[in-house]
Structures are given as structure tokens and as C-alpha cells.
């Protein structure tokens, strides 16, 4: 009989002792990304409150204007980058190498 080389018939049997590592690090690197993004948005959200309540006077109000433009923009970071950041690796993790066709977006 001939086989068919193109064709492999491999079966894995995976039990919840069998994790690979690369999954619990990706799993891990997910958790410190979440942590960031939220530290990063409330950390940000205190400097522009106090930077606003803040009554400015002189030279340091135009150092204010700059800090919490500074936060702002950190803060839209944390908001929009970090899960953008999160979703690249996942997409990474599945190997798609078209992200555009998973969303069928043409």
C-alpha cells in the first residue's frame, strides 16, 4: 500500500497537566499588560485632575498646560495602545499572518 505523504494523521492528547510554557508566559505577559494599562489610566487620571482643580499663576501655568496634555495623551495610551498591544500578541500567538481577513475586512 502507498501512503499519501501530504496527509499526516497525528493525534495529541492534552491534559490539564500538559501546559505548554510558551502559553503560560503569554498568559502571564496578558496580566502585566491589563495591570499596566489600568495603572497607567487611573495614575494618569490623578495628575490631570489635580493639574486642572490646580489654580495656575505665572511661568507654571504653561509648565500645568504641558503636564496634562502629557497625561492626556498617556492616558489615551493606556486606553487605546495597550489593547491594540494586547491584541497584535494574540493574533501573533495564532500565527495569522492576515488580521485583515480574520476580520473580513477587504
Same mark, same amino acid.
Given at each position: 500500500?502507498?501512503?499519501?505523504?501530504?496527509?499526516?494523521?497525528?493525534?495529541?492528547?492534552?491534559? *490539564?497537566?500538559?501546559?505548554?510554557? *510558551?502559553?503560560?508566559?503569554?498568559?502571564?505577559?496578558?496580566?502585566?499588560?491589563?495591570?499596566?494599562?489600568?495603572?497607567?489610566?487611573?495614575? %494618569?487620571?490623578?495628575?490631570?485632575?489635580?493639574?486642572?482643580?490646580?489654580?495656575? *499663576?505665572?511661568?507654571?501655568?504653561?509648565? %500645568?498646560?504641558?503636564?496634562? %496634555?502629557?497625561?492626556?495623551?498617556?492616558?489615551?495610551?493606556?486606553?487605546?495602545?495597550?489593547?491594540?498591544?494586547?491584541?497584535?500578541?494574540?493574533?501573533?500567538?495564532?500565527?495569522? *499572518? %492576515?488580521?485583515?481577513?480574520?476580520?473580513?475586512?477587504?
Amino acid at each position: 500500500m502507498v501512503e499519501n505523504l501530504n496527509e499526516t494523521n497525528i493525534t495529541t492528547n492534552i491534559t *490539564s497537566n500538559d501546559i505548554p510554557a *510558551s502559553y503560560v508566559i503569554f498568559l502571564v505577559n496578558m496580566v502585566i499588560c491589563v495591570l499596566m494599562g489600568i495603572g497607567t489610566v487611573l495614575g %494618569n487620571l490623578i495628575v490631570i485632575v489635580t493639574v486642572t482643580r490646580k489654580k495656575s *499663576s505665572g511661568i507654571f501655568r504653561y509648565v %500645568n498646560e504641558v503636564v496634562r %496634555n502629557l497625561a492626556i495623551t498617556d492616558a489615551l495610551f493606556g486606553l487605546v495602545g495597550v489593547p491594540l498591544t494586547m491584541v497584535y500578541w494574540y493574533w501573533g500567538k495564532l500565527q495569522v *499572518s %492576515n488580521p485583515a481577513g480574520v476580520l473580513n475586512i477587504k
